[in-house]
């Protein structure tokens, strides 16, 4: 099953609150939508439960994005424990709406890229070990990242998934392809995947700038999807209704395209036309 919705609040729903965005997102015909929590955690555990009631109602499928003041390998320690606090606070909240992940930006090299990747698995253990003893039913996603300077290629992701229970990877093409100066792989992304035995994938699509790196390119921002340069939606679409690798689990995507909702159903349109129903 494919669902579709924005990152955030549609654009066309003026004036609303998180209760009306979620009405708003199947009004429109679509079926996925991320609450953003960029700033900082604002929302309260009851207003939470009450997104989660019209959520389930709506049959949207509810997901949370941590705040971006997040770094795990921070040289700080203060820095770190108030990250995990961010983030431990917004899967209290996913927890509490039904949302099934809640997904971070994990952390920056800084000097020594080895030291940061073992500082961000052991801040994913500590907060795995927090979803077990709370009881949470969501999952810690770590989102692959558009940065060289950035934790979070996909083997590494892949690498502390298959370590850390409760982790999830949250595949975000747009930032794929402008760390890889241009370049994506679909299957061969789905292929790394499959030794995680997924059940549910949860993604982001949006055009991208980026600007040529040596090691490959870095982003720069977030675009709607006619007028960048890649990655290709139709080409996506294409693997996603027809090959097996994508069949077999939930696959959520979330349109971070600056026209949110509008290339949400540009993506569906897109889903439908190679012959998926929705």
Request: aromatic share 8%; hydrophobic share 40%.
């Amino acid at each position: 099953m494919l669902r579709l919705g924005p990152a955030g609040i549609p654009l066309t729903c003026k004036n609303c609150d998180t209760f009306k965005g979620v009405e708003k997102v199947a009004e429109l015909g679509l079926n996925a939508m991320e609450i953003e929590f960029v700033r900082g955690v604002t929302l309260s555990r009851e207003k939470a439960k009450k997104v989660g009631e019209i959520a389930k109602k709506l049959d949207i499928a509810l997901s949370v994005h941590a705040p971006y003041y997040i770094n795990l390998a921070s040289s700080e320690p203060e820095k770190i424990k108030a990250s995990i606090k961010r983030i431990l606070d917004s899967l209290d909240r996913a927890h509490v709406m039904g949302a099934n992940v809640v997904v971070v930006h994990a952390g920056y090299y800084g000097k020594n890229k080895t030291k940061a990747g073992e500082m961000i698995f052991h801040a994913c253990r500590k907060i795995s070990q927090e979803i077990r003893k709370r009881k949470w039913n969501a999952f810690l996603g770590l989102e692959t990242m558009g940065r060289q300077s950035q934790w979070g290629t996909l083997d590494e992701i892949i690498s502390l998934c298959l370590e850390v229970p409760n982790c999830v990877p949250v595949i975000d093409f747009a930032h794929i392809y402008a760390r890889n100066g241009g370049e994506i792989d679909y299957k061969a992304i789905f292929k790394s995947l499959e030794k995680l035995e997924l059940k549910f994938l949860h993604t982001h699509f949006s055009g991208i700038k980026f600007k040529k790196t040596l090691a490959g390119g870095d982003e720069r921002e977030h675009l709607p999807l006619k007028k960048a340069r890649g990655p290709s939606f139709e080409e996506l679409a294409k693997f996603l209704v027809k090959n097996k690798l994508a069949k077999k689990m939930e696959i959520t995507i979330i349109s971070e395209s600056p026209l949110l909702e509008k290339d949400a159903l540009l993506m569906k349109e897109i889903l439908e036309k190679h012959g998926y129903k929705f």
